[in-house]
Structure formats: C-alpha cells, structure tokens
C-alpha cells in the first residue's frame, strides 16, 4: 500500500541556520509529490510540489525538495530558517487519493 | 481571489447529534475533497467529489456522508456523532483533482 513516512515528530533549530526535513515514501510508480505546511489552528498551504521532470523542486517562502528515487525520498529543504517558519509540515503523495505523513513540528531558536 | 472558504469556523455538539459542515471551492474549480485532521496526525482523506459525483472514499463508517451541489459548493454530514469524531474537518479544492488548495478547516468538539 502507498504510504509516507516522516521519521521526525519534531525538529529544533536556530534561526538563520539551515533546515532538511525528511520524507519516505512508498509507490510502486512514479508519484505525485507534495509538501504542505500548517500554522496553528489553521488549514494547510501547499509550499511545493513534484509531478514529473526536474527533480530539484522550488517553492514558495524559499523552500525546495529534491525527488530521489533511488532513495524513495522527496526531501524538503531551506538554506536559512526565520522563526515564522516555526510550523508543522506534512509531506504527502497522490494515488486515487492525497495520502499525508503524521508531520514535523518545526521549533526555531532565537 | 477568494481562497476555499469552510464554515461554521467551530462548533460544538453532543454524542449522538448530526452535523453539516460546508465548504465553498476557488471559482472554477470542480472538485472539491474533505479530510479529517485529528490533533497530532495528518489530515486523512474522506471523500473526493469532482463535478457532483463521487470519485473516492476513504475509510470511514458510514456515518459519514457528503454531497457536491451544482455550485461546486459541498456538505459533509456526520450523524450518530462520537466522541471520537472531534477533529479538525478541512475541505480542499482543485481544478483537475491533483494540486490541491485547503481551506481553513472547521474545529468540531463532540461533548
């Protein structure tokens, strides 16, 4: 069955520091990939995406993933947190249905 | 442009009462999905409806239910509500049933 797994329930780090969130995914074909984050009592904003072709993807609020294969990943990244990124995020892939990860709490540092 | 728009914002009910949470999709968009996000979990898929016919169904009880009106427009009823059933309900919309953009979500309390 597909599935996503989020090896981190949390993560903590400074502000202006470099971020890696980890994402695992399970599909026999190649899938439609997704990172979504979600403030505090709020629903969720699609930050990125991974259909097809180049698999270094850009989003918005300077994110990018990278989409391995070989790994079953799809990796989301971020060269220099601000402590507005402090959020949870969902990684999640596309069957008939949108299937989610349980997420990472991201905490930020001051 | 208006993003998904879902209401009631919270709501508190009984054991055993009904519900009926609506959500309202982007302009031009067809489908429109429900999740339910219970606290510390992702969200988990309940139904898909894509111009007013039901394209999936995830695993929940019957007492679930939900309907897509010609406005795009769309229901989600729970009846026999439990305890278990307090959750964060968010609606998505889409044009073509793969990006999906969520709406705020609506906070239920069963008591």
């Known amino acids: 069955a597909q599935s996503v797994t989020q090896p981190d329930i949390h993560i903590t780090v400074s502000e202006g520091a470099s971020l890696e969130l980890r994402c695992n995914y399970s599909y026999g074909a190649t899938p439609y990939l997704f990172w979504y984050v979600q403030s505090p009592g709020q629903g969720l904003q699609l930050l990125l995406k991974?259909?097809?072709?180049?698999?270094l993807v850009q989003g918005i609020k300077g994110f990018e993933a990278e989409f391995k294969r070989s790994q079953s990943s799809f990796n989301l990244r971020k060269p220099s947190v601000h402590w507005s990124d402090a959020a949870e995020y969902f990684c999640a892939i596309r069957d008939d249905k949108i299937i989610f990860g349980k997420g990472t709490r991201l905490h930020i540092l001051p | 442009d208006a993003g998904v728009t879902q209401s009631p914002t919270h709501l508190i009910k009984t054991r055993g009462q009904h519900v009926t949470l609506r959500c309202s999709p982007i302009?031009?968009?067809?489908?429109v999905s429900w999740y339910q996000q219970v606290l510390g979990q992702g969200p988990q898929f309940i139904f898909q409806y894509y111009e007013k016919e039901e394209r999936g169904r995830g695993n929940f009880p019957d007492r679930f239910s939900a309907r897509q009106f010609p406005n795009y427009s769309s229901e989600l009823n729970v009846n026999a509500l439990l305890l278990g059933d307090s959750a964060l309900y968010l609606c998505a919309s889409s044009f073509n049933t793969y990006e999906q953009y969520f709406g705020p979500g609506t906070r239920l309390t069963v008591t």
């Open positions: 991974y259909f097809s072709g180049d698999t």
């Open positions: 302009s031009g968009h067809k489908s």
